[in-house]
């Protein structure tokens, strides 16, 4: 079983600041996804890594895929309370189309 | 929206009574799972389809099945319900974009509660 590890669990700042969610693995992944998921909802897709070393922005969102495709992280600048929500990070491995799941960083970023 | 509809929504039953979870996709997408949410525990993938009567089993399969007779339903069936399946349930479609991997959609939940 392929393991995806989240960190940090919780995460609590203030409006302006700064953040990282990292998102490691012991196995190789052939992409990575990144979610967010609000309370009541599903999971929605923020982004998808696919290449080793890959940087994809998304407005004030920096996504950073590993070198190796083992990890990944997630930097958000200037935090705002909009931002408030679960990341889940998500790795695809094998033919089945199948994703492993982080257990999630719940982030919340107050006024 | 990728047209996924997840029903009952919310659903309260015995311990030992049968439950059955049902997904709808209108996007004729060849893929189809049931994950189950836990505090602590993320997503996890219970069964998932990849055609019609073609399913196999994920990473928490014990204790339910699945069925898929027509490309835009899966059912996610509990013979015998029991407290640990107290859960969120979430079905998801997969479709294959060009070079960016396997892009999921997401339902919209169905809460369970066995009590």
């Known amino acids: 079983t392929q393991l995806l590890e989240q960190s940090p669990q919780f995460l609590s700042i203030q409006e302006g600041e700064n953040l990282t969610v990292y998102c490691n693995s012991s196995?190789?992944?052939?992409?990575l996804q990144w979610y967010r998921q609000e309370p009541g909802e599903g999971p929605v897709l923020l982004v998808t890594?696919?290449?080793?070393?890959e940087v994809k922005k998304l407005k004030r969102l920096t996504f950073q895929f590993g070198d190796a495709r083992k990890d990944s992280s997630l930097h958000i600048t200037a935090a705002q309370p909009g931002d408030t929500g679960l990341y889940l990070c998500?790795?695809?491995?094998?033919?089945?189309?199948?994703?492993?799941f982080g257990s999630g960083t719940q982030l919340t970023v107050l006024p | 929206d990728a047209g996924i509809t997840q029903s009952p929504r919310h659903k309260v039953t015995e311990t030992g009574t049968p439950v059955t979870l049902r997904c709808h996709q209108t996007?004729?997408?060849?893929?189809m799972y049931w994950y189950r949410q836990d505090p602590g525990h993320g997503l996890r993938l219970i069964h998932y389809?990849?055609?019609?009567?073609?399913?196999d089993k994920g990473e928490v399969s014990d204790g339910y099945s699945v069925s898929r007779s027509k490309t835009e339903d899966f059912l996610l069936t509990l013979e015998s319900a029991t407290s640990s399946q107290t859960s969120v349930y979430f079905c998801?479609?997969?479709?294959?974009?060009?070079?960016?991997?396997?892009?999921?959609?997401f339902g919209e939940g169905s809460w369970l509660t066995v009590v």
């Open positions: 389809s990849y055609g019609v009567k073609d399913t």
């Open positions: 998500a790795g695809e491995s094998g033919s089945a189309r199948q994703l492993t």
């Open positions: 998801a479609i997969s479709e294959r974009g060009e070079g960016s991997g396997n892009t999921i959609y």
């Open positions: 196995s190789v992944f052939s992409s």
């Open positions: 996007e004729n997408h060849r893929y």
């Open positions: 890594v696919v290449t080793g070393g």
